[in-house]
């Protein structure tokens, strides 16, 4: 159910009325709009009283029921976009941010080099995998908690706040403790038990469309994450297995439009897993920022060729500066910055 609260209501009110909602059995949401306060119930409507009783109060406005599935993460519940603080990098206003790194963590001298010029650049924070999910258990598996260190490292010499991966659910503090987002795969995109562990660091999180998922299962997969009481959740489209195979995968457009007309959380695009070659990095770009994307993800390396991860879809640092002075048009065209 959605409780919506009248303008001007005092702490002390606001405070009474979620203090009524827990005692009928419902785990209230506060959330603090520009215009008014809401305040999501959750619980089961069959076995807990009936919230219509709130309607008496002089505090609340209206009481109704939620009828989307996706409740916390829908625009139902929340109709003014959300955004969300990564060690102050603000993702879902006007500017349009960019997280730019490496696939992998290879060594101090290529994550320092990217993230030295991708600042330059004109990223806004650093994407590297300390762990990596690899199809095969032969190739790199990443630096683990030495490549988290670098992170940390990086973001102490140029600012830029650190988004890595984390891949079970033992990982979570480690890896919330170096980082300031924490990235969920496209393979871990419905492994719950992980969600809910990265949800309760409080840390963002960004949580990839899983490749063969529906928009639906992705929203109700978000929902996790605001359901364990971390309203900082960012949705990132990363491509779908489709039976295309010119590219790594389908990277889908219109999903931004779909989930920013659904969800009020920022979404984020990944042309790079996205397409699988660095050549349509550039013109996925701009599609996404076309579209409606609060921010991208785009793997940038020194040296593309001689990744040890996804060789073929990283772009070189010349690559990405250019890349950047050609998207700042387009943002203006529809009312964004970057
Ligand atoms: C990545 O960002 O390098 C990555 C492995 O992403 P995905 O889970 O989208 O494949
Ligand atoms: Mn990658």
């Known amino acids: 159910m959605i409780v919506v609260l009248k303008n001007n209501v005092s702490p002390e009110e606001e405070n009474a009325v979620v203090e009524e909602i827990k005692k009928l059995g419902y785990r209230p949401h506060v ?3 520009v215009a008014r306060t809401v305040i999501g119930a959750i619980g089961d409507e069959h076995s807990h009283r009936d919230l219509d009783v709130l309607n008496a109060w002089t505090q609340v406005e209206s009481v109704t029921p939620i009828q989307k599935r996706h409740k916390l993460v829908s625009r139902e519940a929340h109709p003014q976009n959300s955004t969300v603080n990564a060690g102050g990098v603000i993702v879902g206003g006007k500017k349009i941010q960019v997280m730019a790194g490496p696939c992998s963590v290879e060594s101090e001298e290529q994550l320092m080099k990217t993230a030295h010029a991708v600042k330059a650049a004109g990223a806004s924070m650093l994407r590297g ?3 990596k999910p690899r199809t095969s258990p032969y190739e790199f598996q990443g630096l683990g908690e030495e490549g988290l260190k670098l992170l940390a490292k990086a973001r102490e010499e140029t600012g830029l706040p650190i988004v890595t991966e984390l891949l079970s659910q033992d990982q979570a503090e480690l890896v919330a403790e170096y980082s300031d987002m924490l990235q969920i795969g496209t393979r871990n995109a419905q492994n719950f ?3 809910i562990a990265a949800a309760k660091t409080g840390k963002p999180v960004l949580l990839k469309r899983g490749m063969s998922m529906r928009i639906m299962e992705w929203l ?10 971390n309203p900082n959740l960012l949705f990132c489209e990363r491509g779908i297995r489709t039976f295309e195979d ?13 989930v920013k007309a659904e969800s009020h959380c920022p979404i984020v695009v990944d042309p790079s897993q996205g397409c699988g070659k660095a050549s349509l990095v550039r013109s996925m770009c701009k599609g996404a920022v076309a579209v409606g994307a609060d921010a991208l ?7 593309p060729t001689e990744a040890i991860s996804d060789a073929a879809q990283q772009i070189d640092l010349e690559g990405f500066a250019a890349l950047i002075d050609e998207l700042a048009p387009i943002a203006e065209s529809v009312g964004r910055e970057i």
């Open 31 to 33: 959330m603090h709009g």
């Open 129 to 131: 995998g300390a762990f």
């Open 193 to 195: 038990q992980l969600i």
């Open 220 to 229: 109700l997969a978000g929902e996790y994450v605001l359901a364990n009481r």
């Open 246 to 258: 010119y590219t790594r995968n389908t990277l889908d457009l219109s999903a931004v439009a779909v």
């Open 297 to 303: 993800l785009v793997e940038v390396h020194p040296n």
